[in-house]
C-alpha cells in the first residue's frame, strides 16, 4: 500500500464509512495523512479520584458500583447515572439522552474516563466523559480531529494510526535546501509527530514545518496568479508636472499623507517599470482624487485609463465626479456597465477602439471579451477586496505592461495585507481632510439602560430631533424580509415602523431594479429623503455630507470592518456625526465589537481586531481571492511564518520562475492541485 491508494483499502472501512470521509474530503491515505488534529487530550496522567479538581479536564480509572437505570428522566431526557469508585474515593458519572448507553456498562467492571471535573453538592461529577474499557485505554497526547456524521474520534484515531506507518512515503514538496535555509524537518517525521505528538519539541518541529509548508504553498500560488515576482518592465509615462495641474484646480489642499502618495505613484509612473500599487485609506480619507491624479497623468501622456468599482452605484458615483472634474480639461469620460442597452455598449466600445474616450468608468463589465482599447496604460480598481484575483487579472490584460492601481477603503489587517497584496506597493493614507471630527459611536445593548425597545425609541427620538433640525440619516437592517428562521428585523419592517414617524423616507436594497435604486440615491443625496432604511447595499458608494447619524439594526449580524464601512457614509461633512448599533441578540462577541467600535476609530486597529475575532477568511472571503483555506496556519498568530515563508517563496521563484527546475517539481504539483491550472498559469 501507499498514500495514493484509496481509504477503502484499511480494514474496517467499507463504502458506507468511505462515503463519509467522502464528507471530510478525505478519499486516500494521503488526504487522511494531511487531515490534521484540531486540538489535543491530554491523557498522559492518569489521576487518583481523590485527586481531581473542580474545573479540570483529567483521565482517571474506576470501577462502576452502581448503575441508576436509564429509564430515570430529567429535565434533558433520559438519564444515565454511574457511581464510580477507585481506592481512594468516588465520583458521580451522568450522560444526558442516553438509552443508547443501556448496555455500554456493567457493574463491578473498571473503565477509563476522560472528562471535566465539577463539584456537585455532596460528590464530584464528570458529565458527558469519553469513556473506554481499562484494556483499550488510550494514553499520550491524543489527537481531536474535525468530524462529520457516521465517524467517531476513536475511528478517525484508528484509521490514523494504520496510516501512520506511510507518512513516510509522503512527497517531499521542500528542497533539502529549503528546509536546511529554515530549520524544517522532513515531512514524515512531520506528519507522525503532529497526529501523534510524544515530545513537545518534536511536535513544535512539526507544526513550525507544516505551517511553513502552508504558507509558501500559498505565498507561491498568490505570487503565480500575480504573474511576477518583484517589477517587470512596464509603459513611463512623461516625465512632467501634469499632476500637480490637475491638484492646482483642487478648492482644497491635499493633505501630507495625500501629497506623499501622489509623489510615490508619480515615481512608479515615471520609473519604466509596471505600477503594481495599493493604496489603503480610510473612509472619506481622499482616495478617489489620488486616482483621478493619477488618470490626468495617464491621459497627459496619451494613454486611457480604467477604473473598475465592484457595484454600478459606486461606479456612476465615480462616473459623474469625473465628468465634472476632468470635463473643464477636455477629457472625455465613458461609463460601461452590465445593465446598458446594447446600443449604448456598442457606442462605447467604438468610442474606445477609437480613443475618443480617454476615461472609462465601469463594473465587472469593464473584463468582457468584447471591451478593447487603443491605448491602455493605467487600471485602477476601487473595493479591491471585493473582487477575485481572476477578475483583476482580465482588466490588467486588456493591455501590455500597464500600470495597476488598487484601492481600498477597507484597512486591510498588515498580516493579511501580505498573503493578499504581497506583490504589491503599499501606500497609506492615514489621516482625514481637515474640518472633520471623529464620529461618536454608542452601542446599544439590552441591559442596564433598558431593553432593546426602550434603546431604539430613545435612539430614533435621536434620529427625529436631529431630521427636524435638517440633517439626515441612515438606518441599516440585514435583511430585506422578515425571516421566520432569525430573530431580526427586516428593512422592509423597519420601514414600515419608522414610516409613522418620519414623512420623508424611503426604502433601498439589493432586489431593487438598478433605475430605482438610483433615483432613490438621487433623492437622498439632494436632502429629499430624510431617513434611508437600507440593507448593506449603502455600504460602498453613496456620498452625502449632510447626513449625521448611522443606526445600524442587529449590528451583531454585521463583522466589525463591515460596521466601520458602514460608519464611514457618516461624518462626511463638517457636523458632528454619530453612530448607533444596536444589539438584537447580545453575545459575547457581539458585546467586544460594540466597545471596540466605540473606542476607536481607526480602520487598521479595527481591521486587526476583526481579524483576530473571526479570522481571515470571514472577512475578506478568501475563497473570491481564489486561495485555499488554511488547516493549520493562523495569520494573526503565525506571522513569524509567513514571513519566513514569503521570504523563501520569492527566493524560489527569483531562482526559478517557473518551477522547471527537478527539485521544486512537486512543490508546483501541490500549488497547481491547490489553486487550479488556471490560476497558475504563469508556472
Known sequence: MNLRDSIKTLGGVGPKKAEAFGKLGIETLEDLAYYFPRQYEDRR???????????????????????????????????????????????????????????????????????????????????????????????????????????????????QRLTEPYYADAEEILSEETRNRNGLCEIGPALRNLHFPKEDEAFDLAQHRLIFEEFLVLEMGVLAARGKVGKGKGIAFDRNDAEQEYIAGFPYELTAAQKNCVQQIKEDLESGHAMNRLVQGDVGSGKTAIAEIAMFKAVRSGYQAALMAPTEILARQHYEGMVRSFGRYGIKVGFLSGSMRAAEKRDILEKLIDQEIDIIIGTHALIQDEVTFARLGLVITDEQHRFGVNQRMKLKEKGDKINVLVMTATPIPRTLAVVLYGDLDVSIIDELPPGRQPIITRCGIPGEKGNLEQLRRRCYDFVERHVAAGEQAYVVTPLIDESEVLDVKSATEVYEELSARFERIALLHGAMKQEEKDLIMEAFARGEIDVLVATVVIEVGINVPNATIMVVENAERFGLAQLHQLRGRVGRGTAQSYCFLLIGNPSELAEKRGHIMQESSDGFFIAEEDLKLRGPGEIFGTRQHGLPDMKLADMARHMNYLSEARNEAVRILEEDPELLKEENQPLRRRVVKLFGEEMTLNL
Open 45 to 159: 496522567e492518569v489521576k487518583k479520584i481523590d485527586e481531581l479538581k473542580d474545573g479540570e479536564t483529567a483521565v482517571f480509572i474506576g470501577t462502576v458500583y452502581l448503575i441508576i437505570p436509564s429509564g430515570y428522566r430529567g429535565k434533558r431526557g433520559q438519564v444515565l447515572k454511574l457511581l464510580v469508585s477507585d481506592d481512594t474515593g468516588s465520583i458521580e458519572v451522568v450522560f444526558f439522552n442516553a438509552s443508547y448507553l443501556k448496555r455500554a456498562f456493567r457493574m463491578g467492571a473498571r473503565y477509563v474516563f476522560f472528562g471535566r471535573v465539577s463539584e456537585g453538592r455532596a460528590v464530584k461529577q464528570m458529565i458527558h466523559p469519553d469513556f473506554s474499557r481499562e484494556e483499550d485505554m488510550e494514553t499520550g497526547m491524543l489527537p481531536v480531529y474535525p468530524l462529520t456524521k457516521g465517524i467517531t474520534q476513536k475511528e478517525m484515531r484508528r484509521v
